[in-house]
């Protein structure tokens, strides 16, 4: 019995852990927090900056109507007055989990007694010859926010690789520089992962209006350079796009390599439950890192702030032994020219849509329904409908395809 | 820059110096002012950095843009007169001495 007591007494508690300190990382610390947890926290980043605010990269930032000092999620004063100890530049080589160990690129081990992974993801490179030359450039970071910041000043010709969210606010923000700016996408259509055909029509026609050069089916075969920088990308059409910048946003790939270190289950993105916790109870991972089975048995993989901050908030409480499932819908936004988008729910397998607004004066909502049902809504310039439209999804309301497109009927009254 | 002080809903008062340029919301996390979340960082699209503004000086600042207006009505706890996005507000020197109030939720 002494033994034992005294072995209690003189251990001191390893505390929680948290790997990546971006957006998840950092709610996963602040609702620890919240949670009432008073422990140590240490939250780990291989990046030299404190967490910051991805989604201004490809939209303020390049712009130029933000500074750097502004992208900061929370200040210094912050993590001392939470008592949370931020190390940055750090970065986590390997994950122990018998011993219940992180061992950091400087060799270091740290114990812990929960442990989060919020790695994120990293820009999927092109296959294909060039990809390394000069002037190609992906976005993820603040970095390479930096350099493609750098390039469009000097640019004149931008060719942008890949039609999603990414790419698209990257060829705004070089199309309003007044740049030369050509989108090539391989699919049949823009946005052709995650938004409906009306709404990828939608963003073609407006791009173009703009100005920007919209190719679809256009497959990249090849980078050529001069001297060891880009000059032009070659299609499979045989057509050459002349180019002194070439962003690439063709996706991103989730960063597994600890989880699958240390055998975690993985099915690309660390496997995790609605309350973010991996099959041992002392990990949770959160973010874009993770894929999601839901209570439904779907996978799913989503790459959100929101997505980072609910999982952030869930894992929080499982790592104290709480469950508070993420459930609610996901939404997302993307601002291109003075366009604000606005997107709720999973829009995927819908089989009927309804407008509320109109597309040609660029306000508008489009309401999608499964079998009766409202499964999500894409709000352009109309941000009312779409924050009624999270309650309406997260209570299950039965709204109508009529009441929907019907501008009389006031939304909100079934929210109430 | 501008003194601007936030009172949280429990009544805290923090005194935070935020430089010319900045929004209202930037210097209040960065400062760790703990009664704004801004989680979109400051695009208008979440509506977690509401406050209510000093009555006397609301009438000073530029009106809120259709944007922010209908956010505005879409705010976790009550939106009154004063309310604003404080993401939407620059802060300049004649913002010196603003006392802006923290509402009781954000989320
Ligand atoms: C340009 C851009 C624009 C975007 N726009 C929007 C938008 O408009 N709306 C929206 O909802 N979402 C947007 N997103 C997506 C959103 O930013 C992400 O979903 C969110 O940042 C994910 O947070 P996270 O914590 O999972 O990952 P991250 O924020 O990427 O953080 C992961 C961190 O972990 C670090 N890390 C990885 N491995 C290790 C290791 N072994 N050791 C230490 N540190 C490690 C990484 O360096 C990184 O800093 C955008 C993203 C980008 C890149
Ligand atoms: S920070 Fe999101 S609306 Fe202000």
Redesign the pocket.
Known sequence: MGDSAQADAGMVEAGMVI???????LQVAESLRAEGYDGPITL????AATPYH??P??KAILAGTMEEAQLAIRGAEFFERQRIALLTG???VAIDRSARQVRLEDGRRLDYSGLAL????RVRRLPIAGDGLDGVLG??SLDDARRIRGALDRAARVVVIGGG??GLEVAAAARKRGLEVTILEAADRLLARSATPFLAGFYADLHRGQGVMVELGAKVVALDGEGGRVSAVRTADGRSHPADLVVVGVGIVP?TA?AEGCGLACDGGVLVDDCARTDDRAIVA????TARRTGTGALLRL??????VEQGKSAAAALLGRERPFTAAPW???DQYDVKLQIVGLSAAHDRMVLRGSPEERRFSAFYFREGALVAIDSVNRPADHMVGRKLLDRKAALTPDQAADETFPLASLTR | MAKVTFIEHDGLEQVVDIPTGWTLMQGAVQSGVAGIEGECGGSCACATCHCYVDEALVDSLPPPSETEEEMLGCTASERRSNSRLSCQIRVSDALDGLVVRLPEAQS
């Open positions: 790997v990546g300190a971006g957006q998840g990382g780990i980043g291989e990046e991805r989604p990269l490809s750090m970065r986590v919020a790695t994120g993801a976005l993820r969210y990414i960063d600890l959160v973010g874009d890192c790459e959100s702030v929101q997505n980072a997302f936004w993307s």
